[in-house]
């Protein structure tokens, strides 16, 4: 199984769509998540930590299950701008020497149709 | 506030030449530095991290080296170009501390013809 695990979609919504992803992880030690924001020959960048009560900007909401496992990004009112690639972001517990690798997912697609 | 640097920007390069990429970090010491590629349409792989000056870990076997000989600077070389190097690759940062994400600089994206 992989660490970190999302639909590659892509997800095709018209505007004003609500659309969710949702982005399972294997560590069930992991300690923090993320997800991340990558536009067409971008560097990804930060879109909203995901908290363990969930947590909410604007028209997204993001929300973490530990218990199955999995995070979700929620995005209500679609815009055009929204469309984008969506990576989930697991930090898991330090291994020996102190070192936190980051695991990423492959990212989920989204295309907003007009 | 922290800013991270990479370039160049864009590069195509022979098969065969050399390589040096170079990502350079402000605002913040001690940082956690990363390099990932990614091909075209693919997702992030990690290819090297460093928890200090001088100390390397690498995540794949492949043609590539990274070195940091400042705390705040980190270089990704190789000697001779492969057609399969070709990508997008990131270089990234986050701080030492538990729980802390990950900030990409802007990626330079290499050709290898």
């Known amino acids: 199984r992989k660490e970190v695990e999302q639909d590659p979609g892509p997800f095709n919504v018209p505007e004003g769509a609500t659309v969710a992803f949702n982005c399972t992880y294997s560590?069930?030690?992991?300690?923090?998540f993320f997800w991340y924001r990558q536009d067409c020959r971008k560097e990804p960048k930060l879109l909203m930590s995901?908290?363990?009560s969930g947590n909410e900007d604007g028209r997204f909401t993001a929300q973490l299950n530990r218990a199955s496992q999995y995070i979700s990004l929620l995005i209500r009112d679609s815009k055009l701008s929204d469309s984008a690639t969506y990576l989930c972001?697991?930090?898991?517990?330090?291994?020996?020497?102190?070192?936190?690798?980051?695991?990423f997912g492959i990212g989920t697609k989204l295309q907003v149709i007009p | 506030s922290q800013t991270i640097h990479q370039w160049p920007a864009t590069l195509v390069q022979p098969v065969g030449s050399p390589l040096s990429l170079e990502c350079t970090v402000e605002?913040?010491?001690?940082?956690?530095l990363y390099w990932y590629r990614q091909a075209a349409g693919r997702g992030l792989q990690l290819l090297f991290y460093?928890?200090?000056?001088?100390?390397i870990s690498s995540e794949v076997p492949q043609n590539l080296s990274a070195s940091r000989p400042q705390d705040r600077q980190f270089i990704l070389s190789s000697k001779k170009l492969l057609l399969s190097d070709s990508g997008f690759y990131l270089c990234?940062?986050?701080?030492?501390?538990?729980?802390?994400?990950?900030?990409f600089g802007p990626g330079t994206r290499l050709l290898v013809l």
């Open positions: 990234a940062w986050r701080k030492s501390e538990r729980k802390e994400t990950q900030y």
């Open positions: 560590n069930s030690a992991s300690q923090s």
């Open positions: 995901v908290y363990s």
């Open positions: 972001v697991v930090n898991p517990p330090s291994t020996s020497g102190g070192y936190q690798k980051v695991t």
């Open positions: 605002g913040t010491s001690n940082p956690n």
């Open positions: 460093s928890v200090g000056i001088g100390q």
